[in-house]
């Protein structure tokens, strides 16, 4: 049962466009998303979060949108750069006292093309 | 910041034979902590996570095990490896509450190899 979603499992976007890459979920207790970029043989690296109270976050080349109604949040790059090429994470986490538990989607390879 | 020590980076084991991965956090205390793998082409599997000392939680059945001998160290083992088991095994630490604190922590990984 997959709780995070990223349906599309990679996206190919030109240098300088937006990079737009979406995850969806199922769970409504999720009460923090983030976003994680990850190159091969590396761990992930943290890029964005969003609380479930807010609807967007921003930060320099990236924003984060969430639709609590539409269970849905992206992560938007503008503009993309070609060192942005990686894949993308997409984790939710649910708190239950002092447990705290991460749930990610597959992740999305992104390439930006030059 | 936290920091999260992970090794050996590179492993090539044989079938059956046991298996030790150990990760170390810094920078804070009583973290939650993952043991997270990646095969080839696919998500991150979480396989075990755990709230403090002695407690582990198992996320899916297979044919590894982990402990946390101390509030700042997860170990991951197995006593006899297969080939299943070759993937990219990455440890994760997430401070156990705190609404501003949301940012998840990861060592740079073990690339395990069993053959």
């Known amino acids: 049962d997959q709780q995070v979603k990223q349906n599309s499992p990679s996206l190919s976007v030109q240098e300088g466009r937006i990079s737009i890459l979406n995850c969806d979920y199922t769970?409504?207790?999720?009460?923090?998303f983030l976003w994680y970029k990850k190159y091969p043989a590396e761990g992930p690296t943290f890029l964005i979060s969003?609380?479930?109270i807010k609807d967007k976050n921003e930060d320099g080349r990236f924003t984060v949108f969430l639709n609590k109604s539409a269970k849905h949040l992206s992560l938007h790059i503008v503009p993309s750069q070609p060192g942005d090429s990686a894949v993308y994470f997409c984790?939710?986490?649910?708190?239950?006292?002092?447990?705290?538990?991460?749930?990610w989607g597959l992740g999305t390879s992104l390439a930006v093309n030059p | 910041s936290q920091t999260i020590h992970q090794w050996p980076a590179t492993l090539v084991q044989p079938v059956g034979s046991p298996l030790s991965l150990e990760c170390t956090v810094e920078?804070?205390?009583?973290?939650?902590l993952y043991w997270y793998r990646q095969a080839a082409g696919r998500g991150l599997q979480l396989l075990f996570y755990?709230?403090?000392?002695?407690?582990i939680s198992s996320e899916v059945p297979q044919n590894l095990s982990a402990s946390r001998p101390q509030d700042r160290q997860f170990i991951l083992s197995s006593k006899k490896l297969l080939l299943s088991d070759s993937g990219f095994y990455l440890c994760?630490?997430?401070?156990?509450?705190?609404?501003?604190?949301?940012?998840?922590?990861f060592g740079q990984g073990t690339r395990l190899t069993v053959v």
């Open positions: 920078g804070t205390s009583n973290p939650n």
């Open positions: 994760a630490s997430l401070l156990r509450s705190g609404a501003e604190n949301t940012e998840a922590f």
């Open positions: 969003i609380s479930s």
């Open positions: 984790a939710a986490i649910v708190n239950a006292g002092n447990n705290r538990k991460l749930i």
């Open positions: 755990s709230i403090g000392i002695g407690q």
């Open positions: 769970n409504s207790m999720f009460d923090y």
